[in-house]
């Protein structure tokens, strides 16, 4: 849901609002370290390593560096660092600069990571007293020149491919103590001539009071031979990133930005600060480690609108580069670099370090049904009836907040939702669940237990002055719960116990909306900076070391926020149940806990476009479970625009209709009825390939890859690709170009690969790379790759739970040697226990001679009832005489259908139970 709309109409006035309101969010120029940061152009950097004071411990290169004043002939240490440099597992590097001894602890960002990264070796192999060489396990080297600090990773042909420090931006602001220097001015007065915003500074009526004072940190990073930079979503820009030479950088920062504009480098809800370079020679990347407001430039040395001195300096008229620069408010220089070198390595790479999203709920992959707001219990159960009466398959029903009680979170509505047990009851019994939403703002309200309870216990986070602090959001005066003191997250994950929150039970998920957090009346609707978050000390640390400021961790508030709720959830089954949570704030490790959104978009045509690239971004950075607002949150689809999105939606992988409270009702039997019927097929194509998007899930858990894939991934020697976000890939088998334009008759598709892709409704085949293809209404542009095989269950029920035991059906698109293959995972769509090998994965192998199904995982069984209902083999060309199925020692002869006009051969009712091994071989 949502934002300021009501606040904005009842609070300030404003009518028709129709944009978003640029000047409450800042500029780089309005953002202190920005400013000063992108002016910081020196000609040389300052930092030089100190070649005496090197030590190689393990995988752990330490060193200190220094820098020295460059105006001084004795070159006097103005300032000592301490630097790292660790070799990972999976080809990947760490660089560390913090201070040697700072005043007190720099924050260190502290979710990100799926725990501490696995070492690899590290070897110092040369030290000719300028450069240093190393090279980890995989053969990658380390190129450290001292003076000035540059390092250079290379690749494993010994080819440079990625550099830091080379445009000297690397810099550590160091923490100061304050010291008020004044001078007198002409007119006898004292003036304070600290440099301007050192020690506070100001955005409209906001004053940020800065007690560090300045501790920005920043660093530029190098990718020769890249064409394109992808990465650090959240933004409503293209895939492929754009160069910042002229306008803003990109930002991170999490935002609740009331309706956000499109093709924007502007912040937005999430910040996931991973960056990937794509050239025909290798991918790359670099996560910068940061929680702070993050702005990024990006440089491309091959534009020939770019000439400075410095660039040719740099590059020496090399023409292929892409440069970027990470610009952080505080922390300290963390930077992951990725060696790649494809985009399938460096991805899985990126999961790594963050970790990978466990399997999903299986229902929480089917449709889900929202709206701000079903008001009441009888219009819950209307709305559940009428997908059964119209025969539409629906798994989740959800609550926006008016079900709570005057929006105290953990409560109900006594009126409107008076049974709430009842009503889950009701919905559980069509297999379908109930998601509700909690947010991170706690209602000031004397006498609402969660308030008592944080403000007696001190769980909320503090203003700069130490006391509670106190914001606007959706039920009022609000104070926010401090999920980095581990009292306050243990506290709240009891919360979700089902004793605590009567009326839920294992089938009720949950929404983590407003968890930027959003702040109605903060600085850029969120927390100030100088808020206090719980910080556990150590001895002597009192005062400002006592605490962090919300600038630290505000990008990773949201995580801690998603982190109690899944304790929570997990706590309230005894870790047996796999939980559901929704979240608009994204950081790194997001993907851990939750499923995205794309937030507050408009029911227009370019939001619909917007979508895909926005999920493509998020996805490459950890993020595969990404949908949009189905339908468009604000203002109202009509007909086409609806059915487009739910086309859509059907193949994206979190599948949710949702609109805002003062929208006319949309659901889908609200339209005229050839509508309706179009809404119908969407989501029966979504239900019959539910087993083929949780087995891409299930891959993605346990090797890493997207689930949803930009063309560069699969096919990353084909430049064509690059730039194209307006199509994808589902697994590697399936190609989706959703049509995003009102009254369209035909749409271009790309078809990359040089193979076949065969129409998914006809199953003819493609050979052009470049095809027009026809649309009607009811056509969504869809292609199997020649070569997969794909699960499929055609018998379309009310939710994905009474389809478990329903059998499959597997299509499989030949490739030009005639032959396929595929997987298919299987287990109970819930549990854990598949940690105790209670699922199948298997391959599904396809030759002219036999099919076969085989366990990838011998180990693994589940006793599926499932069994094989048909198989469709497209581009058949010789068709065999006879068939016959093997299981166990039984043989069956099968009945086959040739259709001539599309090559395609049917086997029907083979009738092998998908719980044990199988083959079918053929004669001719
Ligand atoms: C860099 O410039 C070249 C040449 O203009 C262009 O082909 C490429 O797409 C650009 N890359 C980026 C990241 O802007
Ligand atoms: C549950 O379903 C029954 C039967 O349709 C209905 O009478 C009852 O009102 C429902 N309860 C709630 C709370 O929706
Ligand atoms: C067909 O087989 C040949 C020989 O094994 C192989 O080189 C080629 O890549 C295969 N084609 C496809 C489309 O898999």
Redo the contacts with the bound molecule.
């Keep these: 849901m949502k934002t300021l709309a009501l606040l904005a109409v009842v609070v300030f006035t404003i009518s028709g609002i129709c944009a978003v309101d640029r000047n409450k969010f800042k500029t780089c120029d309005q953002s202190g370290f920005c400013k000063r940061l992108r002016a910081f152009k020196p000609e040389k950097s300052q930092y030089e390593l100190n070649l005496d004071s090197v030590l190689v411990h393990g995988n752990v290169l330490s060193a200190e560096v220094v820098t020295r004043d460059p105006a001084d002939e004795k070159r006097t240490v103005l300032w000592q660092y301490a630097f790292k440099l660790s070799a990972l597992a999976d080809s990947t590097f760490r660089v560390e600069l913090d201070e040697a001894d700072p005043l007190y602890p720099r924050y260190r960002t502290q979710l990100a990571l799926d725990g501490e990264p696995r070492p690899d070796s590290l070897k110092l192999t040369s030290n000719d007293n300028s450069k240093l060489t190393l090279v980890n396990k995989q053969g990658h080297k380390v190129v450290i020149t001292a003076k000035p600090l540059k390092l250079e990773f290379l690749d494993q042909n010994g080819e440079v491919a990625v550099v830091l420090n080379e445009n000297s931006q690397l810099l550590v602001e160091p923490l100061r103590v304050r010291r008020e220097k004044t001078e007198e001015d002409g007119d006898g007065n004292q003036v304070n001539v600290e440099e301007e915003g050192t020690w506070g500074e100001s955005f409209q009526s906001h004053h940020d009071s800065k007690p560090r004072g300045n501790e920005a940190v920043s660093l530029d990073v190098g990718f020769p031979e890249a064409d394109h930079v992808y990465g650090i979503p959240e933004h409503t820009d293209g895939l492929a990133l754009k160069t910042t030479t002229s306008g803003d950088p990109y930002r991170l920062y999490n935002l609740d930005v009331f309706e956000y504009e499109l093709d924007s480098r502007m912040a937005i809800y999430g910040s996931v600060p991973v960056m990937y370079a794509h050239g025909p020679k290798r991918t790359v990347g670099v996560f910068w480690h940061n929680s702070a407001e993050t702005w990024i430039d990006v440089v491309n040395y091959s534009d020939s609108n770019v000439v400075s001195s410095i660039v040719n300096l740099v590059t020496g008229g090399q023409k292929r580069r892409v440069d970027a620069r990470f610009m952080s408010e505080s922390g300290i220089v963390d930077v992951f670099v990725m060696m790649g070198s494809t985009p399938d390595e460096v991805f899985k790479q990126y999961i790594t370090l963050t970790g990978a999203k466990p399997i999903p709920p299986k229902f929480s992959l089917g449709y889900h049904q929202c709206r701000w707001n079903y008001v009441d219990e009888t219009d819950v159960r209307t709305v559940d009836e009428n997908f059964d009466e119209y025969d539409i398959p629906m798994d989740v029903m959800w609550l926006d907040i008016e079900y709570t009680n005057k929006k105290m979170y953990f409560t109900w509505d006594p009126i409107k939702f008076a049974n709430p047990s009842e009503m889950v009851a009701n919905l559980t019994a069509k297999g379908r669940k109930l998601v509700v939403i909690i947010d991170p703002h706690i209602k000031r309200e004397a006498g609402y237990f969660l308030h008592e309870d944080a403000t007696e216990l001190g769980y909320y986070v503090k203003d700069k002055d130490g006391k509670d602090y106190e914001g606007w959001c959706w039920p009022g005066s609000s104070s926010y719960l401090d999920f980095f003191n581990p009292a306050a997250t243990k506290y709240y994950s009891e919360r979700y116990r089902f004793e605590n929150f009567p009326g839920t039970s294992k089938d009720v998920h949950l929404w983590n909306d407003m968890n930027e957090p959003s702040v109605f009346n903060g600085p850029e609707i969120t927390m100030p900076k100088d808020c206090r978050h719980y910080k556990p000390t150590q001895d002597g640390e009192e005062g400002i070391a006592s605490f962090w400021e919300h600038r630290h961790v505000h990008n990773e508030y949201g995580l801690w926020n998603l982190r109690s709720t899944h304790d929570g959830m997990m706590d309230r089954v005894d870790g047996k149940y796999r939980p559901f949570i929704l979240t608009r704030a994204v950081f790194a490790g997001t993907q851990r806990y939750a499923a995205i959104w794309t937030g507050d978009n408009s029911a227009e045509w370019s939001f619909l476009a917007a979508s895909i690239p926005m999920c493509l971004s998020l996805a490459i950075a950890g993020n595969s479970f990404c949908g949009s607002d189905v339908g468009g949150f604000f203002k109202y689809p009509e007909a086409e625009l609806m059915t487009r999105w739910y086309q859509a939606g059907a193949y994206q992988p979190f599948f949710r209709a949702h609109s805002h409270i003062e929208t006319k009702r949309r659901e889908p039997w609200l339209y005229p009825p050839t509508t309706t019927a179009l809404l119908r097929d969407a989501n029966r194509r979504r239900y019959a390939l539910l087993d083929y998007w949780y087995t891409l899930f299930y891959e993605h858990s346990v090797q890493g890859l997207p689930v949803i894939r930009p063309l560069f991934q699969q096919y990353p020697n084909d430049p064509e690709t690059y730039t194209i976000d307006d199509e994808y890939l589902l697994g590697n088998a399936l190609l989706i170009k959703p049509v995003t334009s009102a009254g369209a008759t035909s749409i271009n598709v790309y078809l990359p690969g040089n193979?076949l892709w065969y129409d998914a409704d006809t199953y003819m085949p493609h050979t052009e790379a470049r095809i027009t293809q026809p649309v009607t209404i009811s056509k969504i542009p869809v292609y199997q790759r020649?070569?997969s095989i794909i699960p499929r269950k055609e018998r379309i029920r009310r939710s994905s739970t009474l389809m478990a035991d329903d059998p499959y059906s597997l299509v499989v698109a030949l490739?030009?040697?005639n032959?396929a293959e595929g997987t298919l995972y299987i287990d109970d769509g819930e549990t854990y226990e598949y940690k105790n090998n209670k699922f199948i994965y298997a391959k599904i192998e396809y030759n002219s001679k036999h099919m076969t199904y085989t366990f990838i995982n011998d180990n693994a069984h589940y006793p599926t009832k499932s069994w094989l209902e048909r198989v469709v083999i497209a581009g058949i060309k010789t068709p065999p005489k006879s068939a016959k199925l093997q299981q166990g020692d039984k043989s069956t002869p099968l009945q086959m259908t040739l259709h001539k006009g599309n090559d395609v051969l049917v086997l029907r009712k083979p009738g092998a139970s998908m719980g044990k091994p199988w083959t079918i071989t053929f004669a001719y």
């Design positions: 193979t020649g070569g490739d030009s040697n032959s």
